[in-house]
């Protein structure tokens, strides 16, 4: 069956970093889009960053711009995303999802904690 496994969450200061990673099963992972969204508490859910089936023209929320990179490694039927610069604002739960046509998964997330 269809598997999409988040990783790599954790509590982590302001200033750090943490890398995530989405193992991806039970589908043809490099036919699909990809993409990393996130919900912090008492907020809707949002996207982060998308990947294309290619892994070409990547796409950033404006606040995570400059700071994030998604990346897919279609060999290992993995995607990640590496947080730099993390903030308290990045607080949430992550989760990766793959999209093609009507078809779309989504992972059960990561916790990402960002705290002094």
């Known amino acids: 069956q269809v598997q999409l496994v988040e990783s790599g969450g954790g509590l982590v200061q302001p200033g750090g970093s943490l890398r995530l990673s989405c193992a991806a099963s039970?589908?043809?992972?490099?036919?699909?889009?990809m993409s990393w969204h996130r919900q912090a508490p008492g907020k809707g859910r949002e996207l982060v960053a998308r990947?294309?089936?290619?892994?070409?023209?990547?796409n950033y929320a404006d606040s995570v711009k400059g700071r994030f990179t998604i990346s897919r490694d279609n060999a290992k039927n993995t995607m990640y995303l590496q947080m730099n610069s993390l903030k308290p604002e990045d607080t949430a739960v992550y989760y990766c999802?793959?999209?093609?046509?009507?078809?779309?998964?989504w992972g059960q997330g990561t916790q990402v904690t960002v705290s002094s």
């Open positions: 039970g589908f043809t992972f490099s036919s699909y889009a």
């Open positions: 999802n793959a999209v093609l046509r009507f078809e779309n998964y």
């Open positions: 990947i294309p089936s290619a892994g070409r023209s990547t």
